[in-house]
């Protein structure tokens, strides 16, 4: 036995305050009677804003950063899963069809493919000082290596993160999700590389980053999200 819940951030579409910068701002709300019922919890549906999202907004870059963050916010907080409304042409969905049964990914879809890497991991325990900046993180482990996803929802400041991972590994792999603008409808990347029309996808650029005895600093330019990828001592 489980419980369920729905849950959009924002909505109506029609209201004008449901912008970009409310939808990076805003926090899901835990289910504070899974935990008094001891029970699992699943967001079973849910998205940006509801009746079907709002152009401008959820068709844009800043979804796949806002639906990253939430994702990973939900298993940080111990939920069993997560169900995205969508399908067909509708503004929020995360695959697109046409009429011929063309299919895209739109932006939100790379948040997910974010939230994907941590698929199967153990999220563990981090602390964040933001410095009153919009910035989250988030770490897990698997069997080889520590995986941290680092947001920067500000649209405007660059940050520059620098992580305590408490493991000695001597670099760390990156990742970063990208786009021209936080409001590009278009070019949004994972890695260097786009989803094809197929649905495939693969990391196409890299980056090293050297560590000092664990300790690691990355530079996230406003509006964008990036993974470390940290291998176990011994590994």
């Known amino acids: 036995m489980l419980l369920s819940g729905h849950y959009y951030a924002e909505g109506p579409p029609s209201d004008p305050r449901m912008t970009i910068e409310r939808l990076l701002e805003n926090t899901p709300r835990i289910m504070a009677a899974s935990r008094r019922c001891h029970r699992p919890f699943r967001m079973t549906e849910g998205n940006s804003c509801y009746n079907g999202g709002k152009r401008g907004v959820i068709d844009t870059f800043a979804s796949a950063l806002w639906a990253a963050d939430y994702m990973l916010f939900l298993a940080h907080s111990g939920y069993v899963g997560v169900n995205f409304h969508g399908g067909r042409t509708g503004v929020y969905t995360p695959i697109a069809s046409g009429p011929e049964a063309n299919y895209s990914a739109r932006p939100?879809?790379?948040?997910?493919?974010?939230?994907?890497?941590?698929?199967?991991?153990?999220?563990?325990?981090t602390?964040?000082?933001t410095q009153s900046l919009n910035v989250t993180a988030y770490a897990a482990k698997t069997h080889s290596e520590m995986r941290v996803a680092l947001f920067n929802k500000d649209e405007r400041q660059t940050v520059r993160a620098r992580l305590e991972s408490g493991t000695p590994a001597p670099q760390a792999k990156l990742w970063r999700l990208t786009a021209p603008a936080i409001d590009s409808t278009a070019g949004v990347r994972l890695a260097?590389?786009?989803?094809?029309?197929?649905?495939?996808?693969?990391?196409?650029?890299?980056?090293?980053?050297?560590g000092d005895d664990g300790m690691f600093t990355v530079g996230l330019p406003a509006a964008s999200a990036a993974i470390l990828f940290l291998n176990h001592p011994g590994e």
Do not use: H, K
């Open 127 to 129: 602390r964040v000082d």
């Open 108 to 125: 939100i879809y790379y948040g997910l493919l974010v939230a994907e890497q941590f698929a199967g991991a153990t999220m563990v325990e």
């Open 192 to 210: 260097g590389a786009e989803v094809n029309s197929d649905g495939g996808w693969d990391a196409a650029r890299e980056e090293t980053i050297a």
